[in-house]
């Protein structure tokens, strides 16, 4: 029997030696700046709550202090960006899970349930701290994009998915191969929430200093059936392209959206005239049935 005693020890000394030894490591090797972690940074960087007494009764402002984790963000670069999916991945762990259910529970006491509230209102907005430092990193946070798909994709990670969607709209058209893989493979639910990131994304592409990628935008939002208007300007701007191809492109936008959204527009009337004497065929005939949907111009007003 002692012997059998001493085999279970020795086991769980093991156990006890190796998950001790794998949480030192992983804490070690987390990247650092002045001796904190990533998380510590992100802590730091969360929004804390000043609270006061206004003449309509207790109240608080949520104050937002992250020139230190920016400051840490821009020393450690892209070596961050692990450690910021490791909290997006623990934002949903089953403590979390746990606490929300006390906090909706009808049988214990309402300080209770408000002490649930409440830390599972820290650890969200640990998430969305976590998602802002996705977004500060730009660039250096590429890499984890695939991360980001995967938790959107997740069933059981609904507040690390909302957040991860915020990281993925601040990285851009660079996101969008992987939101629209999210369209297939992220639950049913979660697929309003990645079409209006990838709409925002586009939207975002429209300020765009790179034409094309401008150009690209406003033709992927055209196909929505309420677009910005900001695109009308921008396919105008793309019937000066010299290639045919895109012109036609162009063309058929405006043919669905310049009669409802500016028929009256005399620069969009005079920039699709033109193309009407075009030595491409496909442009001359876009161009033409597109003139005739619009009202002519007054000639006293000036172009």
């Known amino acids: 029997m002692k012997q059998k005693r001493y085999k279970w020890i ?7 030696a190796v998950v001790g ?17 990533v998380r510590q940074w992100v ?44 909290i997006l991945d623990a934002g949903d762990s089953p403590m979390t899970s746990f606490k929300a259910m006390i906090a909706r529970s009808k049988w214990v006491t309402d300080s209770i349930k408000s002490a649930a509230a409440s830390s599972l209102g820290d650890s969200l907005e640990t998430l969305m701290t976590a998602s802002h430092a996705i977004r500060y990193l730009g660039s250096n946070a590429f890499h ?11 069933n059981g990670k609904p507040s690390a998915a909302f957040a991860s969607a915020g990281a993925m709209r601040s990285l851009g058209i660079h996101a969008l191969p992987a939101l629209r893989r999210s369209l297939t493979n992220a639950p049913v639910a979660r697929q309003q929430m990645v079409r209006l990131t990838i709409q925002n994304i586009y939207t975002d592409a ?20 309420r677009p910005p208007f900001e695109i009308i300007r921008i396919l105008l701007d793309m019937l000066k392209d010299p290639d045919p191809k895109r012109q036609s492109q162009s063309l058929n936008a ?5 009669p409802t959204m500016a028929p009256s ?3 969009g009337y005079r920039a699709v005239e033109k193309l009407t004497n075009s030595e491409d065929a496909e442009v001359r005939r876009a161009a033409t049935e597109l003139l005739r949907k619009l009202p002519e111009p007054d000639p006293s007003k000036k172009p």
């Open 10 to 16: 020795a086991v769980v000394a093991i156990v006890v």
């Open 21 to 37: 030894g794998w949480t030192v490591w992983q804490r070690n090797s987390q990247p650092r700046y002045e001796g904190k972690t």
């Open 43 to 86: 802590e730091i960087g969360r929004p804390t709550k000043t609270y006061y007494t206004n003449s309509q009764g207790f109240s608080y402002t949520t104050d937002y202090k992250r020139k230190e984790l920016h400051q840490a963000l821009d020393t450690m670069g892209s070596n961050a960006g692990p450690s910021l999916v490791q």
């Open 144 to 154: 984890v994009i695939p991360d980001l798909e995967r938790i959107i994709c997740d």
């Open 206 to 225: 429209l300020k765009s200093d790179d034409a094309r990628v401008r150009a690209d935008a406003a033709l992927a939002l055209s196909e929505d059936p």
């Open 254 to 258: 405006l043919a669905v959206h310049l």
């Open 265 to 267: 527009l005399i620069a």
